[in-house]
Protein backbone atom coordinates (compact mmCIF):
# COMPACT_ATOMS: atom_id res chain seq x y z
CA UNK A 1 0.00 0.00 0.00
CA UNK A 2 1.59 3.05 -1.11
CA UNK A 3 0.09 6.68 -0.38
CA UNK A 4 1.50 10.35 -0.41
CA UNK A 5 1.41 13.04 2.18
CA UNK A 6 1.18 16.45 1.31
CA UNK A 7 0.62 19.38 3.75
CA UNK A 8 -1.89 17.21 5.51
CA UNK A 9 -3.31 15.81 3.00
CA UNK A 10 -3.47 11.98 1.74
CA UNK A 11 -3.53 11.27 -2.47
CA UNK A 12 -3.40 7.26 -3.28
CA UNK A 13 -1.14 5.14 -5.52
CA UNK A 14 1.05 6.94 -8.16
CA UNK A 15 -0.21 10.46 -9.39
CA UNK A 16 2.09 13.10 -9.28
CA UNK A 17 1.85 15.75 -6.88
CA UNK A 18 3.04 19.19 -5.50
CA UNK A 19 3.74 20.67 -2.11
CA UNK A 20 2.85 24.43 -1.46
CA UNK A 21 6.75 25.31 -0.88
CA UNK A 22 8.31 24.61 -3.87
CA UNK A 23 6.28 23.18 -7.08
CA UNK A 24 7.33 25.48 -9.57
CA UNK A 25 9.06 22.74 -12.11
CA UNK A 26 6.40 20.22 -12.00
CA UNK A 27 3.35 23.06 -11.80
CA UNK A 28 5.10 24.72 -15.06
CA UNK A 29 4.74 21.12 -16.80
CA UNK A 30 1.70 20.60 -16.44
CA UNK A 31 0.80 24.01 -17.38
CA UNK A 32 2.30 23.53 -20.91
CA UNK A 33 0.68 20.20 -21.28
CA UNK A 34 -2.15 21.77 -20.30
CA UNK A 35 -1.87 24.34 -23.31
CA UNK A 36 -0.64 21.46 -25.74
CA UNK A 37 -3.74 20.51 -26.88
CA UNK A 38 -2.34 19.89 -29.93
CA UNK A 39 0.42 17.93 -29.87
CA UNK A 40 1.62 17.21 -33.59
CA UNK A 41 0.97 19.68 -36.83
CA UNK A 42 -0.55 17.88 -39.36
CA UNK A 43 1.62 17.80 -42.65
CA UNK A 44 -0.48 19.77 -45.55
CA UNK A 45 -0.23 16.97 -48.00
CA UNK A 46 -2.34 14.74 -45.74
CA UNK A 47 -5.62 14.97 -46.21
CA UNK A 48 -6.95 12.59 -43.45
CA UNK A 49 -5.04 15.00 -40.85
CA UNK A 50 -3.66 12.16 -38.83
CA UNK A 51 -1.34 12.74 -35.93
CA UNK A 52 2.44 12.06 -36.75
CA UNK A 53 4.26 10.12 -34.58
CA UNK A 54 8.11 9.38 -33.60
CA UNK A 55 8.17 6.14 -35.34
CA UNK A 56 6.99 8.36 -38.72
CA UNK A 57 9.81 10.60 -38.03
CA UNK A 58 12.13 7.74 -37.54
CA UNK A 59 10.98 5.79 -40.62
CA UNK A 60 11.71 8.59 -42.64
CA UNK A 61 14.79 9.46 -41.65
CA UNK A 62 16.18 6.37 -41.37
CA UNK A 63 16.99 6.46 -37.01
CA UNK A 64 15.62 4.56 -34.55
CA UNK A 65 12.96 6.71 -32.02
CA UNK A 66 15.30 7.03 -29.42
CA UNK A 67 17.37 9.30 -31.79
CA UNK A 68 14.53 10.83 -32.67
CA UNK A 69 13.81 11.50 -29.05
CA UNK A 70 17.97 13.05 -28.38
CA UNK A 71 17.30 15.89 -31.37
CA UNK A 72 13.77 16.58 -30.21
CA UNK A 73 15.69 17.21 -26.81
CA UNK A 74 18.21 18.98 -28.05
CA UNK A 75 20.75 16.31 -26.93
CA UNK A 76 24.90 16.61 -28.02
CA UNK A 77 25.12 13.08 -28.17
CA UNK A 78 24.08 13.11 -32.01
CA UNK A 79 26.04 13.05 -34.85
CA UNK A 80 25.68 16.31 -36.87
CA UNK A 81 24.81 14.73 -39.84
CA UNK A 82 22.23 12.49 -38.32
CA UNK A 83 20.73 15.65 -36.98
CA UNK A 84 20.10 17.06 -40.36
CA UNK A 85 18.35 13.97 -41.25
CA UNK A 86 15.53 13.90 -38.45
CA UNK A 87 15.23 17.30 -38.54
CA UNK A 88 14.97 17.21 -42.36
CA UNK A 89 12.03 14.11 -41.67
CA UNK A 90 10.31 16.27 -38.84
CA UNK A 91 9.60 19.24 -41.48
CA UNK A 92 8.65 17.60 -43.95
CA UNK A 93 5.99 15.59 -41.67
CA UNK A 94 5.20 18.70 -39.34
CA UNK A 95 6.06 17.04 -36.58
CA UNK A 96 5.71 18.95 -33.68
CA UNK A 97 7.89 17.73 -30.39
CA UNK A 98 4.86 18.21 -27.09
CA UNK A 99 7.19 20.47 -25.03
CA UNK A 100 5.12 19.69 -22.03
CA UNK A 101 5.53 16.19 -21.46
CA UNK A 102 9.22 16.50 -22.32
CA UNK A 103 9.39 18.55 -19.33
CA UNK A 104 7.16 16.47 -17.06
CA UNK A 105 9.42 13.41 -17.67
CA UNK A 106 12.25 14.97 -16.39
CA UNK A 107 10.79 16.51 -13.61
CA UNK A 108 11.85 15.38 -10.17
CA UNK A 109 9.42 15.19 -7.86
CA UNK A 110 10.50 17.18 -3.97
CA UNK A 111 9.32 14.47 -2.56
CA UNK A 112 10.99 12.08 0.04
CA UNK A 113 10.08 8.77 -0.07
CA UNK A 114 9.56 6.65 3.78
CA UNK A 115 9.41 2.83 3.51
CA UNK A 116 8.04 1.78 6.73
CA UNK A 117 6.48 -0.83 9.17
CA UNK A 118 2.63 -0.37 10.60
CA UNK A 119 2.73 3.29 11.69
CA UNK A 120 0.50 2.10 14.59
CA UNK A 121 3.93 1.27 15.98
CA UNK A 122 4.36 3.95 18.35
CA UNK A 123 7.87 4.09 18.33
CA UNK A 124 7.69 4.17 14.33
CA UNK A 125 4.98 6.57 14.24
CA UNK A 126 6.96 9.17 15.86
CA UNK A 127 10.36 8.65 13.92
CA UNK A 128 7.20 8.98 10.79
CA UNK A 129 6.17 12.21 12.00
CA UNK A 130 9.59 13.70 12.97
CA UNK A 131 10.73 12.88 8.42
CA UNK A 132 7.22 14.46 7.78
CA UNK A 133 7.84 17.96 9.97
CA UNK A 134 11.44 18.28 8.54
CA UNK A 135 11.15 17.02 5.17
CA UNK A 136 8.44 20.08 4.61
CA UNK A 137 10.58 22.45 6.51
CA UNK A 138 12.92 22.12 3.67
CA UNK A 139 10.20 21.90 1.29
CA UNK A 140 9.56 18.51 0.33
CA UNK A 141 6.08 16.36 0.68
CA UNK A 142 6.32 12.92 1.75
CA UNK A 143 5.65 9.42 0.12
CA UNK A 144 4.76 6.81 2.34
CA UNK A 145 5.22 2.88 1.08
CA UNK A 146 3.94 1.03 4.13
CA UNK A 147 5.61 -2.48 3.93
CA UNK A 148 4.05 -5.91 5.94
CA UNK A 149 7.83 -6.73 6.47
CA UNK A 150 11.29 -6.20 5.27
CA UNK A 151 11.53 -8.84 2.87
CA UNK A 152 13.80 -7.94 0.13
CA UNK A 153 11.13 -8.35 -2.87
CA UNK A 154 9.01 -5.85 -0.87
CA UNK A 155 11.74 -3.12 -0.20
CA UNK A 156 12.47 -3.74 -3.91
CA UNK A 157 8.57 -3.34 -4.68
CA UNK A 158 8.18 0.00 -2.82
CA UNK A 159 11.63 1.41 -3.89
CA UNK A 160 10.19 0.88 -8.04
CA UNK A 161 6.48 2.60 -7.05
CA UNK A 162 8.61 5.45 -5.40
CA UNK A 163 10.62 5.16 -8.70
CA UNK A 164 7.71 5.96 -11.02
CA UNK A 165 6.55 9.01 -8.54
CA UNK A 166 9.67 10.52 -9.71
CA UNK A 167 10.81 9.99 -5.78
CA UNK A 168 15.19 10.17 -5.66
CA UNK A 169 15.33 10.67 -2.22
CA UNK A 170 14.16 7.15 0.73
CA UNK A 171 14.42 6.69 3.93
CA UNK A 172 13.93 3.06 5.68
CA UNK A 173 12.17 3.14 8.84
CA UNK A 174 12.36 -0.35 9.76
CA UNK A 175 15.14 -2.91 10.21
CA UNK A 176 17.01 -4.22 7.18
CA UNK A 177 19.99 -6.68 7.62
CA UNK A 178 23.24 -5.53 6.28
CA UNK A 179 23.13 -7.77 3.19
CA UNK A 180 19.92 -6.28 2.10
CA UNK A 181 20.53 -2.58 2.70
CA UNK A 182 24.13 -2.70 0.91
CA UNK A 183 22.66 -4.66 -1.97
CA UNK A 184 19.89 -1.93 -2.22
CA UNK A 185 22.55 0.57 -2.31
CA UNK A 186 24.44 -1.38 -4.81
CA UNK A 187 21.11 -2.16 -7.45
CA UNK A 188 20.00 1.52 -7.08
CA UNK A 189 23.10 4.10 -7.39
CA UNK A 190 21.26 6.70 -8.91
CA UNK A 191 18.83 7.15 -5.28
CA UNK A 192 19.86 8.95 -2.11
CA UNK A 193 18.87 5.91 0.95
CA UNK A 194 19.49 6.35 4.77
CA UNK A 195 18.38 3.60 6.73
CA UNK A 196 17.14 4.13 10.12
CA UNK A 197 17.55 0.51 12.09
CA UNK A 198 20.41 -1.61 10.32
CA UNK A 199 23.38 -3.31 12.19
CA UNK A 200 26.30 -0.76 13.03
CA UNK A 201 28.96 -2.02 10.82
CA UNK A 202 26.57 -1.82 7.75
CA UNK A 203 28.15 0.17 4.56
CA UNK A 204 25.36 2.78 3.90
CA UNK A 205 24.03 6.14 5.57
CA UNK A 206 22.26 5.30 8.76
CA UNK A 207 20.71 6.72 11.63
CA UNK A 208 19.88 5.40 14.59
CA UNK A 209 19.50 5.63 18.51
CA UNK A 210 22.33 4.52 21.19
CA UNK A 211 20.16 1.52 21.68
CA UNK A 212 22.96 -0.97 23.29
CA UNK A 213 23.74 2.21 25.71
CA UNK A 214 20.40 3.47 27.01
CA UNK A 215 19.81 -0.47 27.88
CA UNK A 216 22.68 -0.58 29.85
CA UNK A 217 21.69 2.33 31.77
CA UNK A 218 18.16 0.69 32.44
CA UNK A 219 20.45 -2.42 33.54
CA UNK A 220 22.65 -0.50 35.43
CA UNK A 221 19.69 1.66 37.40
CA UNK A 222 17.94 -1.77 38.39
CA UNK A 223 21.13 -2.94 40.11
CA UNK A 224 21.73 0.09 41.76
CA UNK A 225 18.47 -0.14 43.41
CA UNK A 226 19.60 -3.61 44.87
CA UNK A 227 18.15 -6.00 42.14
CA UNK A 228 19.80 -9.35 41.23
CA UNK A 229 17.06 -11.47 39.45
CA UNK A 230 16.23 -9.86 35.84
CA UNK A 231 12.97 -11.08 33.72
CA UNK A 232 14.37 -9.87 30.01
CA UNK A 233 11.58 -8.74 27.20
CA UNK A 234 13.39 -7.84 23.87
CA UNK A 235 11.62 -7.12 20.90
CA UNK A 236 11.37 -9.26 17.49
CA UNK A 237 14.84 -10.96 17.26
CA UNK A 238 15.10 -9.82 13.58
CA UNK A 239 15.09 -6.32 14.81
CA UNK A 240 18.88 -4.78 14.71
CA UNK A 241 17.19 -1.97 17.81
CA UNK A 242 16.05 -4.71 19.74
CA UNK A 243 19.31 -7.18 19.79
CA UNK A 244 21.46 -4.13 20.40
CA UNK A 245 19.36 -3.28 23.39
CA UNK A 246 19.18 -7.09 24.61
CA UNK A 247 22.72 -7.25 24.23
CA UNK A 248 23.07 -4.30 26.54
CA UNK A 249 21.04 -5.55 29.07
CA UNK A 250 22.82 -8.85 29.24
CA UNK A 251 26.08 -7.76 28.98
CA UNK A 252 25.45 -5.02 31.77
CA UNK A 253 23.63 -7.71 34.10
CA UNK A 254 26.15 -11.24 33.72
CA UNK A 255 29.25 -8.78 34.16
CA UNK A 256 27.74 -7.86 37.76
CA UNK A 257 27.21 -11.52 38.95
CA UNK A 258 23.19 -10.77 39.02
CA UNK A 259 20.62 -13.22 37.69
CA UNK A 260 19.15 -13.56 34.60
CA UNK A 261 15.81 -16.01 35.49
CA UNK A 262 13.90 -15.36 31.85
CA UNK A 263 14.04 -14.48 28.44
CA UNK A 264 11.01 -13.58 26.07
CA UNK A 265 10.43 -12.25 22.91
CA UNK A 266 8.06 -9.89 21.91
CA UNK A 267 6.33 -8.32 18.82
CA UNK A 268 6.84 -4.55 20.45
CA UNK A 269 3.19 -4.79 21.52
CA UNK A 270 1.09 -4.62 24.86
CA UNK A 271 -0.14 -7.88 24.55
CA UNK A 272 3.46 -9.62 24.23
CA UNK A 273 4.61 -7.75 27.59
CA UNK A 274 1.29 -8.80 28.83
CA UNK A 275 1.57 -12.36 28.17
CA UNK A 276 5.45 -12.86 28.49
CA UNK A 277 5.07 -11.66 32.43
CA UNK A 278 1.90 -14.24 32.97
CA UNK A 279 4.39 -16.59 31.58
CA UNK A 280 7.15 -15.39 34.04
CA UNK A 281 4.94 -15.32 37.12
CA UNK A 282 3.79 -19.32 36.13
CA UNK A 283 6.86 -20.82 36.72
CA UNK A 284 7.12 -20.34 40.44
CA UNK A 285 10.38 -18.57 40.05
CA UNK A 286 11.37 -15.21 41.92
CA UNK A 287 12.26 -12.12 40.27
CA UNK A 288 12.80 -8.58 41.09
CA UNK A 289 13.11 -6.48 37.99
CA UNK A 290 11.45 -6.65 34.52
CA UNK A 291 13.78 -5.11 31.32
CA UNK A 292 11.15 -4.47 28.75
CA UNK A 293 12.54 -3.17 25.39
CA UNK A 294 9.85 -0.36 24.82
CA UNK A 295 6.98 1.06 26.68
CA UNK A 296 3.99 -0.18 24.71
CA UNK A 297 5.28 -3.96 26.04
CA UNK A 298 5.81 -2.38 29.60
CA UNK A 299 2.43 -1.72 29.73
CA UNK A 300 1.49 -5.09 29.09
CA UNK A 301 3.87 -6.23 32.02
CA UNK A 302 1.92 -3.66 34.15
CA UNK A 303 -1.19 -5.17 33.81
CA UNK A 304 -0.09 -8.59 34.34
CA UNK A 305 1.47 -7.75 37.44
CA UNK A 306 -1.58 -5.83 38.70
CA UNK A 307 -3.51 -8.72 37.99
CA UNK A 308 -1.67 -10.79 40.21
CA UNK A 309 -1.43 -8.55 43.01
CA UNK A 310 2.52 -8.02 42.59
CA UNK A 311 3.37 -4.75 43.59
CA UNK A 312 5.53 -2.29 41.30
CA UNK A 313 7.99 -1.44 42.17
CA UNK A 314 8.05 -2.76 45.71
CA UNK A 315 8.28 -6.40 44.66
CA UNK A 316 9.07 -6.23 41.29
CA UNK A 317 10.60 -3.31 39.34
CA UNK A 318 9.83 -2.34 35.89
CA UNK A 319 11.66 -0.06 33.08
CA UNK A 320 10.78 0.41 29.45
CA UNK A 321 12.58 2.28 26.38
CA UNK A 322 11.20 5.18 24.37
CA UNK A 323 9.40 7.06 26.84
CA UNK A 324 6.09 7.51 24.99
CA UNK A 325 4.24 10.58 25.84
CA UNK A 326 1.62 8.34 27.52
CA UNK A 327 4.47 6.37 30.07
CA UNK A 328 4.38 9.36 32.35
CA UNK A 329 0.44 8.34 33.08
CA UNK A 330 1.07 4.56 33.13
CA UNK A 331 0.08 2.99 37.16
CA UNK A 332 2.16 3.55 38.28
CA UNK A 333 4.24 6.03 36.08
CA UNK A 334 6.80 4.43 34.17
CA UNK A 335 10.70 4.65 34.26
CA UNK A 336 12.05 4.69 30.64
CA UNK A 337 15.10 5.38 28.52
CA UNK A 338 13.93 8.67 26.34
CA UNK A 339 14.71 8.06 22.22
CA UNK A 340 14.95 11.69 21.07
CA UNK A 341 12.93 10.77 17.68
CA UNK A 342 12.39 14.42 16.65
CA UNK A 343 16.19 14.58 16.33
CA UNK A 344 16.31 10.96 14.45
CA UNK A 345 14.22 12.07 12.08
CA UNK A 346 15.83 15.12 11.37
CA UNK A 347 19.12 13.46 11.02
CA UNK A 348 17.75 11.31 8.25
CA UNK A 349 15.83 13.63 6.53
CA UNK A 350 19.04 15.98 6.28
CA UNK A 351 21.25 12.99 5.25
CA UNK A 352 18.70 11.51 2.21
CA UNK A 353 19.11 15.40 1.14
CA UNK A 354 22.77 15.63 1.07
CA UNK A 355 23.63 12.79 -0.91
CA UNK A 356 27.13 13.89 -1.54
CA UNK A 357 27.87 14.14 1.52
CA UNK A 358 26.52 11.53 3.21
CA UNK A 359 27.69 8.53 1.70
CA UNK A 360 27.99 5.91 3.96
CA UNK A 361 27.92 7.99 6.84
CA UNK A 362 26.36 7.52 10.27
CA UNK A 363 24.64 9.25 13.40
CA UNK A 364 23.89 8.04 16.94
CA UNK A 365 21.28 10.26 18.56
CA UNK A 366 21.95 9.68 22.52
CA UNK A 367 19.27 8.17 24.91
CA UNK A 368 18.76 9.62 28.56
CA UNK A 369 16.80 8.19 31.82
CA UNK A 370 13.85 9.47 32.95
CA UNK A 371 13.26 7.85 36.14
CA UNK A 372 9.37 7.63 37.66
CA UNK A 373 7.43 5.71 39.92
CA UNK A 374 8.22 2.34 38.35
CA UNK A 375 11.56 1.80 40.14
CA UNK A 376 13.14 2.09 43.16
CA UNK A 377 15.78 0.99 45.91
CA UNK A 378 14.68 -2.49 46.99
CA UNK A 379 13.78 -2.86 50.85
CA UNK A 380 15.93 -5.62 53.05
CA UNK A 381 12.75 -6.25 54.78
CA UNK A 382 9.78 -8.91 52.89
CA UNK A 383 6.76 -6.43 54.53
CA UNK A 384 5.97 -3.08 53.82
CA UNK A 385 6.35 -1.30 57.99
CA UNK A 386 4.31 1.61 57.05
CA UNK A 387 1.76 -0.68 55.77
CA UNK A 388 1.44 -2.57 58.88
CA UNK A 389 1.54 0.33 60.82
CA UNK A 390 -1.64 1.82 59.58
CA UNK A 391 -3.34 -1.20 59.82
CA UNK A 392 -2.44 -1.17 63.10
CA UNK A 393 -3.81 1.73 63.67
CA UNK A 394 -7.36 1.36 62.07
CA UNK A 395 -7.41 -2.26 64.58
CA UNK A 396 -6.86 -0.16 67.64
CA UNK A 397 -9.50 2.33 66.58
CA UNK A 398 -11.97 -0.25 66.69
CA UNK A 399 -11.46 -1.74 69.49
CA UNK A 400 -13.40 -0.86 72.77
Known sequence: MTFCVFENKIALNSAIFTTSNNSNSI???????????LIFKSHQARSNQMSVTFKEVAKLAGVSTQTVSRVTNGSSSVAEETKKKVLAAIDELGYVPNRGAQILSR?????????????????ISLIASSIRQHAQKKGYGISLSIVPDPAFDNMLSAIRELKSQKVENIIFNLHVVKHDAEALVRQFPDLSFVFIDVPPNTKVSSVSA??????????????????NKFILISGPENSNASRLRLQGWIDTVCSNDATIVHRFEGDWQAKSGYLSTKEALTTGETFDAILVANDQMALGVLRALDEQGVKVPEQVAVIGFDDTEDSAFFNPPLSTIRQDFAAIGEQAVDFVLNKEESESKRSIATTSLIERQSTAIKQDSLYDKKEIQNLLNQINQLLP
Open 107 to 123: AKANVVGLITLDIGLHG
Open 27 to 37: GKSISLMLESK
Open 210 to 227: SNYEGAQTSANLMLEHKR
